[in-house]
């Protein structure tokens, strides 16, 4: 990827989801794992799904 757009969204979706993990970890881990994969798969942007799905 050398497209300084396409870069920027993948860091800032990564680097969301760190913090949703940290938050998540922090506050006791109540929800479920696979809810809280659910959660983030949802915010996976469409061009970059076929990469993590």
Do not use: T
């Not at 109540?30 to 076929?50: R, T, W």
């Amino acid at each position: 990827m050398r497209n300084w757009k396409v870069e920027r969204v993948m860091e800032s979706y990564i680097y969301g989801n760190l913090e949703v993990m940290c938050l998540w970890i922090k506050d006791g881990m109540v929800e479920p794992i696979p809810e809280m994969q659910e959660v983030l798969d949802m915010g996976i942007p469409h061009q970059f799904a076929p990469y993590f799905i």
